[in-house]
């Protein structure tokens, strides 16, 4: 894909979801007020530093917590007017499994392929977050010109809006997940 713009991606900080509670999933939408932890700060404060020689122009972001949190740390060091936060960079949504263990998901959503085609009860499938992030950035890349934009999300919603962008078909990267996948607080180029 071809843009007029530059992108970056950062996912929000590490939050107790990466280390005390690996086995759980994310509660959803408002009811997630979990911050990042010291770690996850501090992994944010450092990505600010490279961003400030990057020159960012513009940031998105989720609206969730976490990552509210993790765009206006950046944001402080850079020093902008705004940060436009955007739905449609939520984390995705596991319905009836959010806020429960990460077993009973991976039970009866044992494949990649079952994640891109069948929606939980409630929630929606990788193919739904990869077409409204892909919808996202064709939006914002209309509306800009010439513009260095950093977008602050999840990480399946960037692992997927990378991966469309680098033009891989939708299946063709699960058995590549767990080495593509970007980590909390890591910065890429897209």
């Avoid at 993790?70 to 009836?96: P, S, Y």
């Avoid at 919808?135 to 692992?159: A, C, M, N, V």
């Amino acid at each position: 894909m071809k843009f007029q713009n530059r992108y970056y991606i950062l996912r929000h900080g590490q939050t107790i979801y990466q280390t005390k509670k690996k086995d759980m999933i994310y509660p959803q939408g408002d009811k997630s007020k979990v911050g990042l932890t010291k770690e996850g700060i501090k992994k944010i404060s450092l990505a600010a530093k490279r961003l400030k020689t990057i020159g960012i122009d513009l940031i998105y972001s989720s609206d969730f917590y976490r990552t509210r949190q993790t765009a206006k740390i950046v944001n402080k060091k850079l020093g902008l007017k705004e940060i436009v936060f955007d739905k449609r960079l939520r984390d995705v949504n596991l319905g009836i499994y959010c806020g429960g263990k990460k077993e009973d998901f991976r039970r009866d959503f044992s494949s990649g392929i079952l994640r891109f085609s069948k929606r939980p009860s409630g929630g929606e499938n990788w193919q739904d977050v990869q077409k409204r992030t892909l919808k996202f950035l064709k939006e914002i890349d209309k509306k800009h010109q010439r513009k260095t934009i950093l977008i602050i999300s999840h990480g399946d919603p960037l692992w997927l809006l990378e991966r469309r962008v680098r033009g891989l078909p939708p299946y063709s990267f699960i058995k590549s997940l767990k080495a593509n996948y970007i980590q909390p607080g890591e910065l890429r180029k897209l």
